[in-house]
Antibody, heavy 116, light 110 residues
Framework: EVQLVESGGGLVQPGGSLRLSCAASGFTFSSYWIHWVRQAPGKGLVWVSRINSDGSGTSYADSVKGRFTISRDNAKNTLYLQMNSLRAEDTAVYYC?????????WGQGTLVTVSS | QSALTQPASVSGSPGQSITISCTGTSSDVGSYNLVSWYQQHPGKAPKLMIYEGSKRPSGVSNRFSGSKSGNTASLTISGLQAEDEADYYCCSYAGNNTWVFGGGTKLTVL
């Protein structure tokens, strides 16, 4: 069974940093692109970032470019999102999701709250 | 990276059909056959319902269908059931390894 389990969310002050993790199981992790998608409370889905299967290619939404870094450790079947210079508008549930051009499996999400 | 445009809400009675539109631009929806649709129930993770415009993943009911014309994609749900009540999101590849979602549509089954 394909599983994606996010962790690392929590309360952080504006300007602070947080690292999210996404542990994958049930499939060959190193063969798939993985994305981060976020959802602010009561709002819609927003694509955040993507990493290709071997980690050599990354891309970001303009709203997080230069502040967030996506990475992966294929030996540990784990995806990461390093979030720096956090802002109130980054408050959201962050989902990791598998897929190339569409997203076929999703984790349950981890809540990040940016507030003083 | 502007969000795709979806109606905020649609409704229908059990057994009826509804269609949700998703309007983008010639840089995203209009340029690629890579529109996908997601269903999200409250407090749950999204679920893939349609990919590459009109393809259904294994296990998704054939009551769900997708299409595209120009810069607008559409999701049609036929034979509405109470369990279809949820939020629906479209998503399109937007070039340069970026993706864009629609704002979401709340479906109410009357």
């Amino acid at each position: 069974e394909v599983q994606l389990v996010e962790s690392g969310g929590g309360l952080v002050q504006p300007g602070g940093s947080l690292r999210l993790s996404c542990a994958a199981s049930g499939f060959t992790f190193s063969s798939y692109w993985i994305h981060w998608v976020r959802q602010a409370p009561g709002k819609g889905l927003v694509w955040v970032s993507r990493i290709n299967s071997d980690g050599s290619g990354t891309s970001y939404a303009d709203s997080v470019k230069g502040r967030f870094t996506i990475s992966r450790d294929n030996a540990k079947n784990t995806l990461y999102l390093q979030m720096n210079s956090l802002r109130a508008e980054d408050t959201a549930v962050y989902y990791c999701t598998r897929g190339d051009w569409h997203f076929d499996y999703w984790g349950q999400g981890t809540l990040v709250t940016v507030s003083s | 990276q502007s969000a795709l445009t979806q109606p905020a809400s649609v409704s229908g009675s059990p057994g009826q059909s509804i269609t949700i539109s998703c309007t983008g631009t010639s840089s995203d929806v209009g340029s690629y056959n890579l529109v996908s649709w997601y269903q999200q129930h409250p407090g749950k993770a999204p679920k893939l319902m349609i990919y590459e415009g009109s393809k259904r993943p294994s296990g998704v009911s054939n009551r769900f269908s997708g299409s595209k014309s120009g810069n607008t994609a559409s999701l049609t749900i036929s034979g509405l059931q109470a369990e279809d009540e949820a939020d629906y999101y479209c998503c399109s590849y937007a070039g340069n390894n970026t993706w864009v979602f629609g704002g979401g549509t709340k479906l109410t089954v009357l």
